[in-house]
């Protein structure tokens, strides 16, 4: 049996890259809706770009809540990418006060702009892992460098699901969060070259135990 | 280790080839764009800038095949830019995988184009391309509706917008277009020097400076780089935030890599 990853569509962002670079490592992924096909499948990756309350709107919508909480129950694998790493937390702060998944607690918050020099942060910046172990950064070395696009970052509550912090300007976040099998990375790992391609690969590893 | 300069090979495109221009005109074949894009995010490019020179219409359908193509095997960012003319033309550009889009003449002839493209897909996705021109005025107060900057030997000058390619002059100040594109919403600036591009003697670091310093979005110096040194110059002097360049990359004469390794040894935050 092939591997069964599927990427979550709720009409927020670019999908197409993701789906292009899991198909590099030649795994055919899909881009659905469908609670079914999510719910069936090996691993399912929650993408996005745009603005935390009407990306939850849109998950809203499409009745798509209950079943990434369905995920959490069933410990399947799950991927967040950007605004789909702040969808898990507890609360955002984009454009208002919203309601999160509340799978990771703690809140998303605006970039202080007397601490950084430009909002939002667009480029490349380095990791420094605080847990080599995490299978998701196996074959990485610390402090490589993946692309970051965002003026919003996720606070976690508990710091033991950090596991990677990224310095801009004077503020020090966490841009690699885990907490069973739930992953998210602030960055775009399908637009990070080598490493990123590394990241989804070690996913699609997991999927596979 | 902070947010790191980047360094953006540009690919000048016509139907899937790369071409490059010397001061806009003279063209001449560099190969296959989505092979080179490949190339050169192997050899460490932090992202990619296709334009389009054809620039027409009913050549559309190439481009997006190009776009297409090439997320399939480039896995860093990239831009595209060239003919496009409204929001449909940004959907398609956006949807078929580019990471951004850069608008030049629609813009200036059309500045709502940047805060409809903005408002819908993110200003991260919008870049507004400037085509820049030095005119040198004799003393500040002979153009008092531009902004004028001193610059060497006791001269001042301010920079015209160009438009179509770098054809058509059209009065506007490029400094005041740029503070206006971003207002609108775009998220970057690329900066083409039209005095500079295609002489290889380096960035116009007056003008690069007196965006970077005037505008809070990233500014991408372009036009007039030929070795590393005049990168490292576009950053440390010109204050840029990315450095775009075509012909020392494809020609291999001095690989990414290379140019990288210097800009660092310069104290420039760089991934390597």
């Known amino acids: 049996m092939p591997l069964n990853i599927t990427i979550i569509d709720y009409e927020m962002g670019n999908l197409k890259s993701i789906y292009k670079c899991l198909k590099h490592l030649n795994i055919e992924a899909k881009i659905t809706d469908n609670p079914k096909l999510i719910l069936d499948s090996d691993?399912?990756?929650?993408?996005?770009?745009?603005a935390f309350g009407d990306a939850m709107m849109h998950l809203k919508e499409k009745n798509l809540i209950p079943i990434i909480k369905q995920l959490i129950k069933d410990n399947k694998p799950l991927f967040g990418v950007c605004l789909g790493l702040h969808l898990l937390y507890?609360?955002?702060?984009?454009?208002?006060?919203?309601?999160?998944?509340?799978?990771?607690?703690?809140?998303v918050i605006i970039f202080d702009n007397s601490k950084v020099d430009k909002i939002p942060q667009i480029g490349w910046n380095n990791v420094e892992f605080q847990n080599d172990k995490h299978f998701l950064i196996q074959g990485i070395p610390n402090n490589s460098y993946f692309y970051f696009v965002h003026s919003f970052y996720g606070i976690p509550k508990n710091k033991e699901q950090v596991v990677g912090l990224t310095k801009y300007g004077e503020i020090e976040f966490c841009s690699i969060v885990s907490k069973d099998n739930v992953f998210a990375t602030q960055f775009h790992p399908e637009k990070s070259s080598k490493y990123g391609i590394q990241i989804y690969q070690n996913f699609v590893d997991f999927c596979k135990r | 280790?902070?947010?790191?300069?980047?360094?953006?090979?540009?690919?000048?495109?016509?139907?899937?080839?790369?071409?490059?221009?010397?001061?806009?005109?003279?063209?001449?074949?560099?190969?296959?764009?989505?092979?080179?894009?490949?190339?050169?995010?192997?050899?460490?490019?932090?992202?990619?800038?296709?334009?389009?020179?054809?620039?027409?219409?009913?050549?559309?359908?190439?481009?997006?095949?190009?776009?297409?193509?090439?997320?399939?095997?480039?896995?860093?960012?990239?831009?595209?830019?060239?003919?496009?003319?409204?929001?449909?033309?940004?959907?398609?550009?956006?949807?078929?995988?580019?990471?951004?889009?850069?608008?030049?003449?629609a813009a200036v002839k059309n500045p709502k184009l940047i805060s409809e493209g903005a408002k819908i897909f993110g200003a991260q996705c919008i870049?507004?391309?400037?085509?820049?021109?030095?005119?040198?005025?004799?003393?500040?107060?002979?153009?008092?509706?531009?902004?004028?900057?001193?610059?060497?030997?006791?001269?001042?000058c301010w920079w015209e917008v160009y438009i179509h390619g770098g054809r058509t002059p059209t009065g506007k100040d490029a400094i005041l277009w740029g503070e206006e594109a971003t207002n609108l919403g775009s998220g970057e600036i690329l900066l083409t020097s039209m005095d500079k591009d295609g002489t290889r003697d380096g960035y116009d670091l007056e003008l690069t400076k007196a965006f970077s310093e005037r505008l809070n979005v990233p500014i991408i110096a372009s036009?007039?780089?030929?070795?590393?040194?005049?990168?490292?110059?576009?950053?440390?002097?010109?204050?840029?935030?990315?450095?775009?360049?075509?012909?020392?990359?494809?020609?291999?004469?001095?690989?990414?890599?290379?140019?990288?390794?210097?800009?660092?040894?310069?104290?420039?935050?760089?991934?390597?």
Not at chain 2, 127 to 156: G, L
């Open chain 1, 43 to 50: 691993g399912v990756i929650l993408p996005g770009v745009g």
């Open chain 1, 90 to 107: 507890s609360k955002g702060y984009e454009m208002g006060e919203f309601e999160g998944l509340d799978i990771i607690q703690g809140e």
């Open chain 2, 1 to 105: 280790m902070p947010l790191t300069k980047r360094i953006i090979p540009c690919l000048d495109v016509t139907e899937g080839r790369v071409v490059k221009g010397t001061r806009f005109i003279n063209l001449r074949d560099a190969g296959d764009a989505v092979e080179l894009g490949a190339f050169y995010d192997d050899q460490g490019a932090d992202e990619l800038v296709f334009l389009d020179i054809t620039a027409s219409s009913d050549k559309r359908k190439i481009l997006i095949e190009l776009v297409e193509r090439t997320g399939e095997q480039v896995f860093i960012p990239f831009t595209v830019g060239g003919g496009l003319r409204t929001v449909k033309d940004i959907k398609e550009i956006l949807r078929a995988g580019a990471d951004k889009i850069s608008l030049n003449t």
């Open chain 2, 127 to 156: 870049v507004t391309a400037i085509d820049a021109k030095r005119v040198y005025v004799e003393a500040p107060e002979y153009a008092k509706d531009k902004v004028i900057i001193k610059i060497d030997n006791d001269r001042y």
């Open chain 2, 223 to 272: 036009g007039g780089a030929g070795n590393p040194q005049h990168i490292i110059d576009a950053f440390s002097l010109g204050k840029a935030d990315a450095a775009l360049a075509a012909s020392i990359f494809h020609y291999n004469e001095y690989p990414i890599k290379i140019v990288k390794q210097e800009c660092k040894k310069s104290g420039i935050s760089m991934r390597l």
